[in-house]
């Protein structure tokens, strides 16, 4: 009788091992104690996805030679959980040290129902989707496209992202509603060895509203506003009205002057156009776009960058009604300085540094080129990869980084630049385009 006691304890005690074994939460919570880079594999030869910050915290599990997967701290059921990338386990302290974490990405809702893809396309498969006015995080813009993550992520990583979303959906999250809005319910994924490739799909959301990928699709999302929106405004002088974002895009519509319409939803230096009368604020119902720098006033060169200049009007207005403004013609007289004059030659591009300095970015070494390019044509991206990628190889130093920012003819220099690249001592890390910066060269008219 005391044998089969004994027997019955140790089988209880095992059981009791083993439950609290499963419930307890895989990996270990680490602190990078530099910039860490994230990558597809186990090695520094493969490719760049992210960055961790100094001291951020995240959680890491399945060392193997010397590298660990890298995954969000809130991620702790090994059965669902998704690879940020993969970094060098020396450099993960298990206590916390210097801490110089920055914000990155943008915190955005789409107006509509909005679909998220395995890849930057339409084509692409679905893999879920955001209802209007969820708060996601998006960043990695690229052909009108962004890798969209949860609210609360922390990792900068395309290897984090849930997938893709189009950027004409989207508008930026009120100032409030960023600050106050709770923790978004975490999109599930499927279950991931984290042995292998780093993989980033999901699974769509167990209740996908009716898809809606064009205006013409959102006629029965609408709904009224309750309360007022945009700002109702007197066009002054002639206006193109684009389909997109950009002005590459197909035209639309001229706007005259005396024509009253009514402006919301500024992104990346464009208006969303609606009737001056519309109630529903979506972009669905919007004329098109047209670019702030059309509508701004150039009497100074401070003007060129300021705010739509608003004038009230004479006859007394409710408080619920849109505030009018006026825009004043000549939108583009500035003092913009005659363009650099290049002083070197590489790759037959003729060029001048305008700028070369260096300082600290999170703790990191940065080296930062300001390049002007003198050009007749627009080049093709590969040729101006090339060209920065040579940049980079005569200016990079050991441990450093090295950022260069190319601006073409025509170009306002104190603004943004055209071409972006981004650099490690080792790999190139981001290479990418703002058609918008054109707006006004001869490029982009």
């Given at each position: 009788?005391?044998?089969?006691?004994?027997?019955?304890?140790?089988?209880?005690?095992?059981?009791?091992?083993?439950?609290?074994?499963?419930?307890?939460?895989?990996?270990?919570?680490?602190?990078?104690?530099?910039?860490?880079?994230?990558?597809?594999?186990?090695?520094?030869?493969?490719?760049?996805?992210?960055?961790?910050?100094?001291?951020?915290?995240?959680?890491?599990?399945?060392?193997?030679?010397?590298?660990?997967?890298?995954?969000?701290?809130?991620?702790?059921?090994?059965?669902?959980?998704?690879?940020?990338?993969?970094?060098?386990?020396?450099?993960?302290?298990?206590?916390?040290?210097?801490?110089?974490?920055?914000?990155?990405?943008?915190?955005?809702?789409?107006?509509?129902?909005?679909?998220?893809?395995?890849?930057?396309?339409?084509?692409?498969?679905?893999?879920?989707?955001?209802?209007?006015?969820?708060?996601?995080?998006?960043?990695?813009?690229?052909?009108?496209?962004?890798?969209?993550?949860?609210?609360?992520?922390?990792?900068?990583?395309?290897?984090?992202?849930?997938?893709?979303?189009?950027?004409?959906?989207?508008?930026?999250?009120?100032?409030?509603?960023?600050?106050?809005a709770p923790a978004a319910e975490p999109i599930t994924t499927p279950a991931?060895?984290?042995?292998?490739?780093?993989?980033?799909?999901?699974?769509?959301?167990?209740?996908?509203?009716?898809?809606?990928?064009?205006?013409?699709?959102?006629?029965?999302?609408?709904?009224?506003?309750?309360?007022?929106?945009?700002?109702?405004?007197?066009?002054?002088?002639?206006?193109?009205?684009?389909?997109?974002?950009?002005?590459?895009?197909?035209?639309?519509?001229?706007?005259?002057?005396?024509?009253?319409?009514?402006?919301?939803?500024?992104?990346?230096?464009?208006?969303?156009?609606?009737?001056?009368?519309?109630?529903?604020?979506?972009?669905?119902?919007?004329?098109?776009?047209?670019?702030?720098?059309?509508?701004?006033?150039?009497?100074?060169?401070?003007?060129?960058?300021?705010?739509?200049?608003?004038?009230?009007?004479?006859?007394?207005?409710?408080?619920?009604?849109?505030?009018?403004?006026?825009?004043?013609?000549?939108?583009?007289?500035?003092?913009?300085?005659?363009?650099?004059?290049?002083?070197?030659?590489?790759?037959?591009?003729?060029?001048?540094?305008?700028?070369?300095?260096?300082?600290?970015?999170?703790?990191?070494?940065?080296?930062?080129?300001?390049?002007?390019?003198?050009?007749?044509?627009?080049?093709?991206?590969?040729?101006?990869?090339?060209?920065?990628?040579?940049?980079?190889?005569?200016?990079?130093?050991?441990?450093?980084?090295?950022?260069?920012?190319?601006?073409?003819?025509?170009?306002?220099?104190?603004?943004?630049?055209?071409?972006?690249?981004?650099?490690?001592?080792?790999?190139?890390?981001?290479?990418?385009?703002?058609?918008?910066?054109?707006?006004?060269?001869?490029?982009?008219?």
């Amino acid at each position: 009788m005391k044998h089969i006691h004994k027997i019955l304890v140790l089988t209880l005690f095992v059981f009791l091992s083993a439950s609290v074994a499963m419930a307890a939460e895989f990996g270990d919570i680490r602190y990078p104690d530099r910039p860490l880079n994230l990558r597809t594999g186990r090695s520094p030869k493969t490719k760049w996805v992210g960055t961790l910050q100094v001291g951020q915290e995240v959680r890491v599990a399945y060392l193997k030679d010397g590298w660990v997967a890298v995954f969000e701290p809130y991620m702790t059921r090994e059965s669902d959980v998704r690879i940020a990338g993969y970094a060098n386990v020396k450099y993960l302290k298990k206590t916390r040290g210097k801490v110089k974490i920055e914000p990155w990405g943008e915190i955005m809702h789409p107006v509509t129902v909005l679909n998220i893809r395995a890849k930057r396309s339409p084509g692409s498969d679905k893999v879920g989707s955001v209802t209007p006015r969820t708060n996601v995080k998006v960043d990695f813009p690229e052909d009108g496209w962004y890798a969209v993550f949860e609210s609360r992520a922390s990792i900068r990583s395309k290897s984090n992202a849930i997938g893709y979303v189009k950027s004409d959906y989207l508008e930026p999250a009120p100032v409030a509603t960023v600050e106050a809005a709770p923790a978004a319910e975490p999109i599930t994924t499927p279950a991931q060895s984290g042995v292998g490739e780093v993989r980033s799909s999901v699974a769509p959301a167990p209740e996908v509203k009716p898809e809606v990928e064009t205006p013409e699709e959102t006629a029965n999302t609408e709904a009224v506003s309750p309360a007022p929106w945009g700002e109702v405004v007197t066009i002054k002088n002639t206006v193109q009205v684009r389909k997109e974002r950009s002005s590459s895009a197909h035209y639309v519509r001229t706007l005259n002057p005396g024509d009253t319409v009514k402006l919301d939803m500024l992104k990346d230096g464009w208006y969303a156009v609606f009737d001056a009368d519309e109630t529903v604020r979506g972009e669905h119902k919007a004329l098109g776009y047209v670019f702030k720098r059309q509508l701004e006033q150039g009497d100074t060169p401070a003007q060129a960058s300021s705010k739509i200049v608003s004038k009230e009007t004479t006859a007394p207005q409710k408080t619920s009604t849109p505030k009018k403004i006026v825009i004043k013609p000549d939108p583009f007289a500035s003092s913009r300085r005659p363009d650099p004059k290049a002083d070197q030659n590489r790759h037959g591009i003729s060029f001048k540094i305008l700028e070369e300095s260096q300082t600290s970015r999170q703790g990191e070494d940065v080296i930062f080129l300001k390049v002007f390019v003198d050009v007749k044509t627009l080049p093709k991206a590969a040729l101006l990869e090339d060209f920065t990628n040579t940049l980079w190889k005569e200016h990079r130093r050991s441990g450093k980084q090295v950022q260069v920012d190319l601006y073409l003819p025509g170009m306002d220099l104190e603004d943004l630049a055209f071409v972006v690249a981004r650099y490690d001592d080792k790999e190139q890390l981001e290479f990418w385009a703002r058609k918008t910066a054109l707006f006004g060269t001869k490029y982009m008219k």
